[in-house]
């Protein structure tokens, strides 16, 4: 069955530094894996996902996972964080064939000046 | 593009009370919907989901329950509110014909029950 591990539930970053997220995964299959973003109150967000081909996914507002076959790994990354950035941010891989998706603890990411 | 609508915002019940989320669908059909929910502090459990009309599966034994009237509407349910009910209530759908699973999320339903 797959699984997702978030390692660190609170990343605390100072502004314009490199934000790293960790995600690492249990597949059988090859994956399909997102990353969503959570701002207060509001509903998740799709930031990226990598399904075939490249493997390393742009998404929105800056933000990049690489998939790591070797590491079972699909960090997300950043190269300057910004205070909006704060929020907390879901790992997930899809539970393929049952047309669900499985998500990791969360991370919640800080972004002091 | 798929929207998600939830309603209402937030919700103040007492114990006892009945329960009745709604969740609407735009821009697609026959999507797969989901019912999540938040706990204060806690990360996503997975309530319910259904691949078609009056088709639910539950996630989890709880005082809730789910319906799916039409296509594009999905209800969560509770015929007697507990307080361990309380928390942020996510509804979200996969698109029509998509392959990857990515699901698209609703704004949520505050739900505080005292």
């Known amino acids: 069955a797959q699984s997702v591990t978030q390692l660190g539930s609170h990343v605390s970053v100072s502004e314009g530094a490199l934000v790293l997220l960790r995600c690492n995964y249990s597949?059988?299959?090859?994956?399909?894996l997102f990353w969503y973003v959570q701002y207060p109150n509001q509903g998740l967000q799709l930031l990226l996902k990598y399904t075939t081909g490249a493997t390393l996914v742009k998404g929105i507002n800056g933000f990049e996972a690489e998939f790591k076959k070797s590491e079972t790994s699909f960090h997300l990354t950043k190269p300057s964080a910004h205070m909006s950035d704060a929020a907390e941010y879901f790992c997930a891989v899809s539970d393929l064939g049952y047309n669900k998706l499985i998500f990791g603890a969360g991370t919640r990411l800080a972004v002091h000046p | 593009s798929q929207t998600i609508h939830q309603w209402p915002a937030t919700l103040v019940q007492p114990v006892g009370s009945p329960l009745s989320l709604e969740c609407t669908v735009e821009g697609t059909s026959n999507p797969n919907l989901y019912w999540y929910r938040q706990a204060a502090g806690r990360g996503l459990q997975l309530l319910f989901y259904s691949v078609g009309i009056g088709q639910i599966s539950s996630e989890v034994p709880q005082n809730l329950s789910a319906s799916r009237p039409q296509d594009r509407q999905f209800i969560l349910s509770s015929k007697k509110l507990l307080l361990s009910d309380s928390g942020f209530y996510l509804c979200a759908g996969t698109t029509a014909g998509s392959s990857t699973d990515t699901q698209y999320f609703g704004p949520g339903t505050r739900l505080t029950v005292l």
């Open positions: 597949s059988s299959v090859p994956p399909y």
